[in-house]
């Protein structure tokens, strides 16, 4: 079966940095995107970034485009998402997930079929 999991989240204040990490298993990589979301509230999931493995195709939403990056290590089959200069809006539950798609990436939550049991990211002001 595939797992996905995520890294644990964390409590930071306002302008710092966090980063989160996600491995996967059960799946090859190369033949998929692996995404980060996130979820407040009544908010639908919201797409954060994303990344084709074998394509390299990168996707950022406006909201954090600038202040997060998100890179890979092929040899670990991992996945990380660096958080800087944090707001108290990006609150919320992070999920990775992973969408079988190898040129490119989506930032629709809807795409992706497995998903990690997601981990809490608290911003104060």
């Known amino acids: 079966p595939v797992q996905v999991v995520e890294s644990v989240g964390g409590l930071v204040q306002a302008g710092g940095s966090l980063s989160l990490s996600c491995t996967a298993s059960g799946l090859t990589f190369e033949d998929y995107a692996i995404g980060w979301f996130r979820h407040a509230a009544v908010n639908e999931p919201e797409g954060v970034s994303c990344i084709s493995w074998t394509g390299g195709t990168t996707y950022y939403a406006a909201s954090v485009k600038g202040r997060f990056t998100t890179s890979r290590d092929s040899a670990k089959n991992t996945l990380y998402l660096q958080m800087n200069n944090l707001k108290p809006e990006d609150t919320a539950v992070y999920y990775c997930?992973?969408?079988?798609?190898?040129?490119?990436?989506?930032?629709?939550?809807?795409?992706?079929?497995?998903w990690g049991q997601g981990t809490q990211v608290t911003v104060s002001s």
């Open positions: 997930a992973a969408d079988f798609a190898q040129y490119y990436c989506s930032g629709s939550w809807k795409e992706y079929n497995y």
